[in-house]
């Protein structure tokens, strides 16, 4: 796609959210540079809406179902050609935004734009276990960029892509509650996914895949590097692949008994 020289190519910031009234405000003051900010709302209960109301009058409400429906939804909605997904428990740093601002500014030669993560855990930034080398696809075309059909985990699909030299800030656990809720949600939908691909031998799962992941982020990735953090983060890695293969075993023997 051409572009004129010095032509600043617009952006619009789409933020999904859900009852993100701790966090909400810090994430919108850190994307008020950009030409749009698009509030994807799930039908928050709490301060949300009228936090987010301060920094934007684009506020759309829509049923969530999973992350990559809520954002291929979202994406058509945005006005400009450019788009930047910022999750509410993220901060783009001043470096982020000079190094995007700048992007635009001369003209994207790629498509889309990886961007990696400082992820942090009860106020540390975590540097190993797996969460050190973060990187996700975020920043991209309006009418190219589009989610896999996966329930979680799902990644933008593109080929022409780059990287970013900036780091975005993540603050993804906000208490432990709400880390075991999310591996309650995460652990159904992956279930779910394998068993729509066919996996078989779901006990193998769940007897090798937790053992295993506790090995690979606390050995393989260096987690003890991170020290108790790193063990944490390993056991509930391991926790949640526990979770997942008991759940994708219960849906199989269902399956079975209903044949």
């Given at each position: 796609?051409?572009?004129?020289?010095?032509?600043?190519?617009?952006?619009?910031?789409?933020?999904?959210?859900?009852n993100e009234?701790?966090?909400?405000?810090?994430?919108?003051?850190?994307?008020?540079?950009?030409?749009?900010?698009?509030?994807?709302?799930?039908?928050?209960?709490?301060?949300?809406?009228?936090?987010?109301?301060?920094?934007?009058?684009?506020?759309?409400?829509?049923?969530?179902?999973?992350?990559?429906?809520?954002?291929?939804?979202?994406?058509?909605?945005?006005?400009?050609?450019?788009?930047?997904i910022v999750?509410?428990?993220?901060?783009?740093?001043?470096?982020?935004?000079?190094?995007?601002?700048?992007?635009?500014?001369?003209?994207?030669?790629?498509?889309?734009?990886?961007?990696?993560?400082?992820?942090?855990?009860?106020?540390?930034?975590?540097?190993?276990?797996?969460?050190?080398?973060?990187?996700?696809?975020?920043?991209?075309?309006?009418?190219?960029?589009?989610?896999?059909?996966?329930?979680?985990?799902?990644?933008?699909?593109?080929?022409?892509?780059?990287?970013?030299?900036?780091?975005?800030?993540?603050?993804?656990?906000?208490?432990?509650?709400?880390?075991?809720?999310?591996?309650?949600?995460?652990?159904?939908?992956?279930?779910?996914?394998?068993?729509?691909?066919?996996?078989?031998?779901?006990?193998?799962?769940?007897?090798?895949?937790?053992?295993?992941?506790?090995?690979?982020?606390f050995v393989?990735?260096?987690?003890?590097?991170?020290?108790?953090?790193?063990?944490?983060?390993?056991?509930?890695?391991?926790?949640?692949?526990?979770?997942?293969?008991?759940?994708?075993?219960?849906?199989?023997?269902?399956?079975?008994?209903?044949?």
């Amino acid at each position: 796609m051409s572009v004129k020289k010095n032509q600043q190519q617009k952006l619009t910031v789409i933020t999904p959210c859900y009852n993100e009234g701790k966090n909400i405000e810090v994430c919108l003051q850190s994307v008020m540079w950009a030409d749009e900010i698009l509030v994807v709302d799930s039908f928050s209960t709490d301060q949300t809406l009228n936090i987010a109301r301060k920094y934007t009058d684009r506020i759309l409400q829509h049923e969530y179902i999973n992350y990559a429906a809520q954002n291929t939804w979202a994406i058509p909605q945005a006005k400009h050609e450019w788009v930047l997904i910022v999750d509410s428990d993220e901060r783009v740093t001043p470096a982020l935004r000079d190094e995007i601002q700048e992007l635009l500014r001369r003209g994207p030669d790629k498509d889309g734009y990886l961007i990696r993560r400082n992820n942090h855990l009860m106020g540390k930034c975590i540097k190993h276990s797996g969460w050190g080398d973060d990187s996700v696809l975020r920043l991209f075309r309006r009418g190219l960029g589009r989610y896999q059909k996966k329930r979680v985990h799902a990644k933008v699909e593109l080929e022409n892509t780059g990287v970013l030299t900036a780091r975005l800030d993540h603050h993804t656990v906000s208490s432990m509650a709400a880390w075991v809720a999310k591996i309650n949600r995460y652990s159904s939908w992956k279930a779910e996914d394998k068993f729509e691909k066919g996996v078989t031998a779901p006990v193998l799962h769940l007897v090798l895949r937790p053992p295993y992941r506790f090995f690979k982020d606390f050995v393989l990735r260096l987690g003890i590097l991170d020290g108790w953090r790193g063990f944490l983060i390993a056991a509930m890695s391991s926790f949640a692949e526990l979770v997942m293969a008991a759940k994708l075993t219960q849906i199989t023997i269902e399956n079975r008994r209903n044949r």
